[in-house]
């Protein structure tokens, strides 16, 4: 197959899962051992994370993101002040938020003990309080299984200038899973569609193997992603089973994603490790009212499993249910909270629906030592 690499300043939707946010820092990092040698006196300290190593940055607003200049340590020394900044970019307008600033491509050096590479990828803000690092690039091209040819790419996750990092559990945050992505036209659309919730994504995190219509197919990739080949793959497969709940379940995973939609039986998956990134479960009560149950993506036992050929992981989940509560408090206001933790751990948000329809907030009460109600109310879906 044929590649070609294509610049990523307009490609949010195959990016989607090669983001990464940064906010700033409260106080200068360590590792940084002087400041460029203009600075404004408004700038802020942030720390964009590679794969093989942190580097430190420093955002000059000028008081004005239109004039705001980012310095980073591209050379891996410590210093900015042998550095040149590279100047903000107006890129859209955000409507609610103002205007969004773009900075380079920036090129870095990664190392690590065998090797190094180059990286290269845009920053942007549209605040000046956070970072947002994407790729500069990706490679696309197609794929023929068959008679059959697939609209294909590949794209550096994980921000060390190769393309072959493997999705690895558990998953800290869905739009960078620190591994390389692969995205695959299976609609033929011309598109990469992609929805976290949806059965019908093309984008995930790379994986040994993709699903199309049932059958199996082996993804190869060099690691410079100037060559990729699919082959017809015979994976050995292992069980999960969920005791038999009624659940929508989408799972990411280095054998293959998966997505099931009313999964009620055992369920045969390609030996690897997993993560439920997306579970909706269905339950039905003694009066046979279906309940509906978004789970909030929390950490818990489903976030980090293995399935092993020619055995059955199981987990118990749902109800009984017990509340987790939280709260913080923000100057005068107090924020109270709750999520439903079911029997794996997994949490699922409060907003249940009863028969297709949400049902009202539920109340609170807040009690002093002896009992004494002092004030009581109802949550708010927000």
């Known amino acids: 197959m044929s ?8 490609a949010e939707e195959i990016l989607s899962l090669a983001y990464q946010h940064q906010n700033a820092l409260s106080e ?12 404004s006196g408004d700038f802020k300290y942030f720390v964009a994370k590679l794969a093989h190593r942190d580097i430190p940055v420093v955002l000059d607003s000028y008081q004005d993101l239109k004039h705001s200049v980012l310095y980073l ?7 900015l002040s042998d550095e040149k900044g ?4 107006l890129i859209k307008h955000r409507g609610f938020s103002g205007e969004e600033y ?25 605040n000046g309080r956070q970072l947002f690092l994407f790729p500069a690039a990706y490679h696309v091209g197609k794929a023929r299984l068959g008679k059959n040819a ?13 393309y072959d990092k493997l999705f690895s559990p558990p998953v800290e945050r869905l739009w960078s899973p620190g591994c390389d992505s692969f995205a695959i036209d299976l609609n033929g659309d011309g598109r990469f569609n992609h929805n976290y919730y949806s059965r019908d994504t093309e984008l995930m995190p790379l994986s040994m193997m993709v699903q199309m219509k049932g059958a199996y197919y082996s993804v190869g990739i060099a690691p410079d992603g100037t060559a990729l080949e699919l082959k017809k793959a015979e994976p050995k497969f292992g069980t999960l089973d969920l005791g038999g709940a009624k659940v929508k379940l989408k799972l990411w995973s280095d054998a293959a994603a998966q997505y099931r939609f009313y999964l009620e039986k055992n369920w045969q998956l390609p030996a690897g490790k997993y993560a439920a990134i997306f579970m909706e479960l269905h339950k039905r009560d003694s009066s046979g009212n279906e309940w509906n149950f978004n789970s909030s993506r929390k950490k818990c036992k489903l976030d980090d499993f293995e399935i092993r050929p020619g055995e059955t992981t199981s987990f118990e989940i749902g109800p009984p249910f017990q509340i987790k509560t939280t709260a913080e408090q923000s100057s005068n206001t107090m924020s109270i909270c709750f999520d439903l933790e079911g029997q794996a751990g997994e949490l699922y948000s409060p907003g249940a629906r009863r028969n297709d329809r949400r049902i009202s907030e539920p109340g609170f009460k807040i009690i002093d030592e002896s009992g004494k109600a002092l004030e009581s109310g109802r949550f708010k879906y927000g």
């Not at 200068?28 to 600075?39: A, F, G, H, Q, Y």
């Not at 340590?73 to 210093?79: A, F």
């Not at 590279?86 to 970019?89: I, L, V």
């Not at 920036?106 to 990286?119: F, G, L, N, P």
Request: glycine share 8%.
């Open 3 to 10: 590649w070609i690499s294509k610049a990523a300043k307009n």
């Open 28 to 39: 200068r990092p360590s590792l940084l051992m002087d400041l460029p040698k203009k600075l």
């Open 73 to 79: 340590d591209t050379n891996g020394d410590g210093h």
């Open 86 to 89: 590279y100047s903000a970019q």
């Open 102 to 126: 773009r900075f380079g491509p920036v090129s870095v050096e990664v190392r690590d003990i065998e090797r190094k590479e180059e990286t290269k990828f845009y920053a942007k803000t549209y």
């Open 150 to 162: 697939y609209k294909v790419a590949v794209i550096d996750g994980n921000f060390d200038g190769r």
